[in-house]
């Protein structure tokens, strides 16, 4: 249990009668970089703020670094970094004055962590610039900045690429990349770009209308997001007959009422294109994919794409 730094058993949150939060429990450890995915409403920034002490659960536990929310969490959460929804911005003082302060307030004697993050964030040149003058990509960098501050163990991020331009999505991946690897910081990081995602975490946790619904390993991911056979053909019926009578194969699933995935011969399609040519069956498409997370996501959830 020592590698355990936040745990939640069952966890509400209610209000009056809607569940945001319907008994949620994970695990996570440290050293990891779990992606929390879920569609808009399903609980994920709620979650987030009650880990960073933003709001309170209407039932259950969860534990930080050991300590349990019933006891002296406010020093225990010295230990966290976090931007929930818009960064906490003082918008009339300049980048280096809203890291001075947060500085402060940590209590951090390190005076050089300003002009560091600066850099780090690509923010430097801009350091006496008025806040309300920043672009929302600007201050999206100047929130991960302020979340760095206090030099965190474990950084909660609801949505930090909002506004960022590919160019600046790609350089903060890397830079949390560095951050996780170089400084063994933990990351919580919730992000509507899946495929970011996917380049970043080693973990998934997955939360639909309230409740987990799977957490998984990057590497248990990709076991499951296997190749398959796509075929698309206006004579589906027969096409699933030659399938399983004359391949034997039942590992399949329609799609619609033209597109078949088939999880088996996907070293070998061609034997599936024979068969179904012997079979008079003519096929518009036939060719080996794989599944995105994306894709993966709206399988285990039942489809939806505001994710």
Not at 98 to 117: A, F, H, M, T
Request: glycine letters at 8%; aromatic letters at 8%; hydrophobic letters at 40%.
């Amino acid at each position: 249990m020592e590698n355990v730094i936040l745990q939640t058993s069952n966890i509400v949150k209610s209000y009056r009668h809607f569940k945001a939060l319907d008994n949620i429990s994970i695990k996570l450890e440290a050293g990891h970089i779990y992606g929390f995915i879920g569609a808009n409403g399903a609980g994920k920034t709620t979650l987030m703020r009650i880990l960073t002490g933003l709001s309170f659960p209407t039932d259950g536990i969860y534990s930080l670094f050991g300590k349990e929310n019933h006891g002296k969490m406010q020093d225990v959460r010295r230990r966290i970094g976090s931007t929930i929804e818009e960064p906490a911005l003082y918008p009339e003082f300049s980048a280096y004055r809203n890291l001075e302060i947060q500085r402060i307030l940590l209590g951090n004697p390190d005076k050089s962590v300003c002009d560091e993050l600066l850099k780090l964030l690509d923010l430097y040149v801009v350091r006496n610039k008025k806040v309300k003058e920043f672009s929302m990509g600007m201050k999206q960098r100047l929130g991960i900045a302020l979340a760095l501050v206090g030099k965190p163990e474990l950084l909660i991020l609801d949505e930090p690429v909002n506004g960022l331009d590919p160019k600046n999505i790609s350089a903060l991946r890397m830079l949390l990349k560095k951050l996780n690897e170089e400084r063994g910081i933990t990351i919580f990081i919730s992000s509507h770009i899946l495929n970011e995602l996917y380049l970043l975490a080693t973990d998934y946790i997955i939360i639909h209308e309230g409740k987990i619904i799977e957490s998984l390993s990057h590497e248990q991911l990709e076991a499951k997001c296997e190749n398959y056979v796509k075929v698309c053909t206006d004579n589906l019926p027969q096409c699933v007959t030659v399938i399983e009578k004359e391949l034997n194969v039942f590992d399949y699933k329609v799609m619609d009422d033209h597109t078949l995935h088939i999880y088996a011969f996907t070293e070998e399609p061609q034997r599936i294109s024979q068969a179904l040519t012997q079979n008079n069956i003519v096929v518009g498409e036939l060719s080996v994919c794989g599944q995105s997370l994306e894709e993966y996501f709206l399988s285990v959830t039942g489809g939806g794409r505001d994710v």
